[in-house]
């Protein structure tokens, strides 16, 4: 959020999953946290002047939205085919200098807020018997 509001950019565009607990929580929560206009799950993006139309894969199929700017956005696997980098791209890239912001900078409270109270390992499983 105080990097977002730092840099004051127009869209964020987040996955739409974390890796490790498949929770896809980030992209709303910053948006409830900006009070901004989100988009999930997102397999097409149109900008216009002031609005992006954004199309969302449902369970039903396909819902469209037109979302005011500035918005949050998380993606689905089929907005874009990726693209891969020639080797000048990726040495010219080598080169561009990375911005480092120190947590203190930002005002975040990095602090842990839980606190692990025991770690057990499952019991091993018993073999199947024959039947």
Same mark, same amino acid.
């Given at each position: 959020?105080?990097?977002?509001?730092?840099?004051? $950019?127009?869209?964020?565009?987040? +996955?739409?999953?974390?890796?490790?607990?498949?929770?896809?929580?980030? +992209?709303?929560?910053?948006?409830?946290?900006?009070?901004? $206009?989100? +988009?999930?799950?997102?397999?097409?993006?149109?900008?216009?002047?002031?609005?992006?139309?954004?199309?969302?894969?449902?369970?039903?199929?396909?819902?469209?939205?037109?979302?005011?700017? $500035?918005?949050?956005?998380?993606?689905?696997?089929?907005?874009?085919?990726?693209?891969?980098?020639?080797?000048?791209?990726?040495?010219?890239?080598?080169?561009? $200098?990375?911005?480092?912001?120190?947590?203190?900078?930002?005002?975040?409270?990095?602090?842990?807020?839980?606190?692990?109270?025991?770690?057990?390992?499952?019991?091993?499983?018993?073999?199947?018997?024959?039947?």
């Amino acid at each position: 959020q105080a990097v977002v509001q730092k840099m004051n $950019p127009q869209a964020v565009i987040l +996955g739409k999953q974390a890796i490790d607990d498949d929770c896809n929580q980030t +992209g709303q929560m910053l948006a409830g946290l900006l009070d901004w $206009p989100q +988009g999930t799950f997102l397999s097409k993006l149109e900008v216009g002047n002031d609005v992006l139309k954004v199309t969302r894969e449902v369970d039903g199929g396909l819902e469209t939205l037109n979302l005011s700017i $500035p918005a949050v956005l998380t993606c689905d696997l089929r907005l874009n085919e990726p693209r891969y980098a020639s080797l000048p791209n990726i040495m010219k890239a080598k080169r561009k $200098p990375v911005e480092s912001i120190p947590v203190g900078d930002l005002g975040v409270d990095i602090k842990p807020h839980l606190e692990v109270v025991r770690i057990e390992e499952t019991p091993k499983r018993q073999g199947g018997g024959k039947v």
